[in-house]
């Protein structure tokens, strides 16, 4: 299917489908300068995303965790959306039928006019902090709201584990209030995805800037592709494991998804 020819079959798709669920990964924030998971070879500092991500690793050496966290805050509160995220907003905004489910936890597609009620995190978000113990959280608004963040952002000297966030109410370890590796999803996320797909059949299924590699999150494309939903793939990279998911009619959009998605759009 040549390129013009497939944008044209995927726009009459988009118009005759009543139900759209769109996974969203680390890619649509990567025009917003913010790194992807695959996109460091997933390491920082030599160490594997993955095992960081964890936590194990977290009151194993809880420095190294939120020293990674911390630099990743510091970097999402400068982050403003992309081109990416607001297109994505308003192909929501005009689709009834449509659920986002947002694997990102930088709160930048949170800050358009996506409608609330279509767009699911499911992965937790970097903008709270909360406590290991008890039910204390916080939101961040600036680095200056935390000595720990602020302290990394000067990088004036490294951190130690006195420099930790730690507790108001009972003064043990804060953490990041994301969802980690073995850890159970965003509360509620998981039955209301759940619900949403059996309600009806989910006609396109559209999986912008995600390796399809993490799960529950690619359970849900891999459910409503098994109902007969078509799937089209916003992507830089075609790898072989995004391209073994296609049918002969589905879609594979390469490039970068702040061109692609105001593409779509127009
Ligand atoms: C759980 C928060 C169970 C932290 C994240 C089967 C079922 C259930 C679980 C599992 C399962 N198999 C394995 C598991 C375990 C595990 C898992 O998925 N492991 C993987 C490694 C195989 N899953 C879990 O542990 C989940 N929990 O299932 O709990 C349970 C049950 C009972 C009791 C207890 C537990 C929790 C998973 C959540 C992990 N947390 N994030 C943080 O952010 O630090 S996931 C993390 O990975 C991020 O959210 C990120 O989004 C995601 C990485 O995936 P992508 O978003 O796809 O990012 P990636 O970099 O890989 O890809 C980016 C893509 O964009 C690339 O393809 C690139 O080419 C492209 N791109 C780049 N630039 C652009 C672009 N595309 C377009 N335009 C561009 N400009
Ligand atoms: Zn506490």
Known sequence: MDT???????????????RVLCLVGAG?????GLDTWRGSNGLWNDINLRDLASPNKFFEDPVTVWTFYGERLVKTLAAQPNLAHHA??????????????NQNV??????????????LGIHGTLRTIRCTSCNYNTRIESPSDVPFLLLLSTQLRSVTLSDLPRCPVCTKLLRPGVVWFGEMLAAGAPDTIDDWI????VDLVIAVGTSLEVYPATEWVEAVRESGASL???????????VDELNDDDWF????????LPRILD
């Open 198 to 201: 059996s309600q009806d059949d």
């Open 88 to 101: 994505l907003a308003a192909l929501a905004t005009g689709h009834e039928g449509w659920l986002t489910i």
């Open 106 to 119: 930088d709160g930048l597609l949170e800050q358009t006019e996506h409608p609330m009620t279509r767009l």
């Open 4 to 18: 013009r020819e497939a944008w044209s079959t995927f726009a009459d798709k988009l118009r005759a489908s009543q």
């Open 232 to 242: 089209a793939i916003i992507n830089t990279e075609k790898t072989d494991r995004l």
């Open 28 to 32: 649509l924030s990567a025009p917003s």
């Open 253 to 260: 959009f390469e490039g970068d998804a702040a061109d692609i």
